[in-house]
C-alpha cells in the first residue's frame, strides 16, 4: 500500500513499463502489433513473436506534470523535490490542483499470428498491468513545507491510488465480410497477479504543538495471494496496518475479457475503423484480500528535510526510502474483514480513419483513444503520416495533440525482410533528457520495441 501511494506521489518516472499501445503504429500494415489495437486488423505476415521479445515497452502519462517537476540536478547528482535546494514556491507553481498520473505495462511472453483460408489467427500469453492516480497539489504542500505554526491546517482531498496486474491468455480471430468490412475479436482469460486500491475522501492536518493531528476518513483494498498484513500501535495504542508479508505466491483472481473491432473501406483508399479493447473483468478471492478503513486520530511528527540527508550517500534509492517511512507515518489504515471483490479492467477505445495516396504508398491518419483509467478517463488525439515504400519496410511520424504541449513528436518503423520482423517506435518522442535519460520536460513518454519471425504472406484482402 504504502509503495504504491508513493509512486504515485513522485510520478511513474519510477514505474515506467509496457504501453499497452502504440498509437502510431495504428496504421502500419505490416506492424505486427495493430493487432493488440484492434482485433479487425491482420498485418501483412503472420508471425511467430521471439519469446520475451515480441513486445516490450515503457510509458507514463499525466495532466501536465513533467518528471522533471519532480527531480532536480543539484550539485552534480539527482534530488527530489524534496530537496532544500529546491525552492517550495518555484516547484509548487508547476503543479495542478489535481495531478493525474497514469502508466501501463503490457509485454508478450509468446505470441503468434498465421492465416487460415481468409481468416487471421492470433494466440498470446502476456502480462499487463496499470498503476493511476490522483495526486492533489496540497499533499505536496504539505510534505514539502514540512511544519508551521501552531494553527497551521492543510486539507487533502481525493487521493487516490489504483494499481492492477494480471496475466492473459488470448486468442483472436479476424475475417473480412466482403470487399469492404472486415471483423474481428479476441477472447482473454485473465489471471490476476495483484490489485490494490487506496482512496482518502479527506485527510485533514492540524499543527498542535510539535507534531500534526491528523483526521483522515478513507479505505484501501488490497489482493495479493498469500497477503499478510503486518501490525503496529500508535500513541493511543489503537492498531493499524504498518506493512505486508507475502506467502505462497500465486494466483489471486480470475476474470474474463474481450476485444472486438471492425474496418470499413469507404473508399479504395480511404478506411474507417473502431474497436474497444480489454473490456473486462477480475474477481479476486477473499482469502487474497485485505481491507482497511481510515477513520480516526492520530499524531503525526512531520516529513524529515532533507529527505535521505541521514544515509551515507543520499542516494536516490536513500531518498525513495526516507520518503516511504515518512508516508508510512502519514497513512493509517486499521484491518476491516476481507471479502471477494471484483475489479474491472481499464479498457480503451480506439476510432481511426486513413486515406491513402501513391498507390497506397502514403496514408495519413488521424487516431482518437481513449483509456479509461481511474479516476479519470484519459484521451489522446494522434495525426500521423503513414510511409509504405517497398514491402519489407514502413515508416510513420505522428504528433499527438493533447499530452505532448507541442515538445514531442512520435515515430515508428518496420523492417521486415523474409527472415525477422523488427519494430521500434514511441508516441512521445523527448526532445530534452537529464543525464540519466529521464525526459524531463515531456508530461508523456512512451518507447517500444519487438521482434519476431514473418510467417506466410496474406494473399487476398489485405486491408
Given amino acids: 500500500m504504502k509503495k504504491f501511494l508513493l509512486l504515485a506521489c ?18 502500419m500494415d505490416k506492424a505486427t502489433l495493430r493487432t493488440s489495437m484492434n482485433p479487425a486488423f491482420r498485418p501483412i505476415r503472420g508471425f511467430v513473436a521471439i519469446p520475451a521479445a515480441g513486445s516490450v515497452s515503457a510509458m507514463y502519462a499525466s495532466n501536465g506534470m513533467a518528471l522533471g517537476d519532480l527531480f532536480y540536478r543539484t550539485d552534480g547528482r539527482l534530488v527530489t523535490f524534496m530537496d532544500p535546494s529546491v525552492p517550495a ?78 496475466v492473459d491468455v488470448s486468442v483472436g480471430y479476424s475475417h473480412p465480410l466482403n470487399g469492404r468490412w472486415t471483423i474481428g475479436g479476441k477472447y482473454k482469460f485473465l489471471v490476476g497477479a495483484g490489485n490494490a486500491d487506496v482512496y482518502f475522501n479527506n485527510l485533514h492536518a492540524v499543527m498542535n504543538g510539535d507534531a500534526w493531528r491528523i483526521t483522515s476518513e478513507g479505505y484501501m483494498s488490497a489482493s495479493v495471494q498469500g497477503l499478510r498484513p503486518k501490525f503496529s500501535t500508535d500513541k493511543n495504542d489503537r492498531e493499524y496496518i504498518d506493512g505486508f508479508d507475502y506467502h505462497s505466491p ?5 476474470g474474463s475479457a474481450i476485444d472486438f473491432g471492425a474496418t470499413f473501406k469507404v473508399l479504395d483508399n480511404f478506411t474507417v475503423s473502431g474497436a474497444v479493447i480489454d473490456f473486462g473483468f477480475i ?59 471484483t475489479t474491472l479492467l481499464r479498457s480503451t477505445i480506439n476510432v481511426g480513419a486513413e486515406y491513402s495516396v501513391a498507390q497506397n504508398r502514403v496514408g495519413f491518419g488521424l487516431l482518437s483513444s481513449t483509456r479509461i483509467y481511474k479516476p479519470k478517463i484519459y484521451t489522446e488525439l494522434t495525426a500521423s503520416v503513414n510511409y509504405r515504400p517497398i514491402d519489407w519496410f514502413a515508416a510513420t511520424v505522428s504528433y499527438s495533440f493533447v499530452h505532448s504541449a507541442f515538445k514531442t513528436f512520435g515515430f515508428a518503423l518496420n523492417f521486415s525482410p523474409s527472415w525477422i520482423n523488427f519494430f521500434v517506435g ?20 512512451n518507447l517500444y520495441f519487438g521482434l519476431s519471425v514473418p510467417l506466410r504472406k496474406e494473399r487476398q484482402c489485405r486491408r
Fill in 10 to 27: 513522485l510520478s511513474c518516472g519510477f514505474l515506467t513499463a509496457a504501453a499497452q499501445q502504440l498509437r502510431t503504429a495504428y496504421f
Fill in 89 to 166: 514556491e518555484s516547484f509548487l507553481r508547476r503543479l495542478k490542483t489535481n495531478n493525474q498520473l497514469n502508466a501501463d505495462i503490457a509485454t508478450e511472453i509468446v505470441s503468434a499470428g498465421w492465416f487460415s483460408g481468409h481468416g487471421f489467427w492470433t494466440i498470446g500469453i502476456g502480462v499487463k498491468g496499470t498503476v493511476s492516480g490522483n495526486v492533489p497539489k496540497s499533499l505536496f504542500e504539505f510534505m514539502k513545507y514540512g511544519s508551521g505554526p501552531e494553527g497551521t491546517t492543510y486539507d487533502i482531498k481525493k487521493l487516490h491510488v489504483y494499481a492492477d496486474f494480471y
Fill in 250 to 254: 500465486g494466483a489471486a483472481g480470475y
Fill in 283 to 341: 474477481t479476486w478471492s477473499k482469502r487474497s484480500t485485505v481491507n482497511g478503513a481510515a477513520k480516526g486520530d492520530f499524531d503525526f511528527d512531520g516529513f524529515d528535510l532533507p529527505i535521505g540527508d541521514d544515509q551515507p550517500d543520499n542516494s536516490m534509492s536513500d531518498q525513495m526510502d526516507d520518503l516511504t517511512g515518512n508516508l508510512q507515518n502519514l497513512f493509517h489504515f486499521s484491518e476491516t474483514p476481507s471479502r471477494s471483490r
Fill in 426 to 445: 514511441s508516441d512521445y518522442m523527448f526532445t530534452k533528457v537529464n543525464p540519466q535519460f529521464i525526459p524531463i520536460k515531456a508530461s508523456a513518454a
